[in-house]
């Protein structure tokens, strides 16, 4: 049963999903908290204007035609993890800068990258997720990865940077990580 979406206005509070990653993971890719479309379908990702996937598939050469459990199982085999910096925020509406500061809630990314001692690179998809990742994780850690700078948004509300630029940054950027 899909569950309904709140209207503009409404406060709703969002809780993020668990990460996509194989136990070998070198990369992982991490937003902020998924948006309404992605909370009706339950899958990372999910409105169609968004250019993650595209990127995914352009970059690994997979095909249009997989569906998402396909793609995410090509994730894993290619040693990229996604997940998001927030485990859960009030939010009024899908868009990141409508979360209400004092509602963040950071995963645990100790435990995540203990579990995930091969992660060599974290890669933000925005400003929002580096921002946050600054405040509410870094001040934890001991030691890290490498923390990229952020990418531009795959969202499609983020009209900055047109489609074709995004997956021309993202794809150098993750190639030269992944070599």
Known sequence: MLKSVPKESEKMLVRGFDPITGKDARIVILGTLPGDRSLEVQQYYADPGNALWPIVQQLFGI???????????CL???????WDVLEQAERNGSQDNKIIPKTKKAND???????????TDVFFNGKLPKKYFDKLVT?????????????????????H?????KVELWTVQLLKALA
């Open 63 to 73: 095909d249009r035609k997989l569906n998402c459990d396909e793609i995410k199982q």
């Open 109 to 119: 990314f100790l435990r995540f990258f203990a579990a995930h001692p091969s992660i």
């Open 76 to 82: 894993i085999e290619n040693r990229i993890a996604i």
């Open 161 to 165: 940077c047109k489609r074709e630029k």
């Open 139 to 159: 001040p934890k850690l001991k030691d890290s990865p490498r923390l990229n700078a952020p990418l531009p948004s795959t969202s499609g509300a983020n009209t």
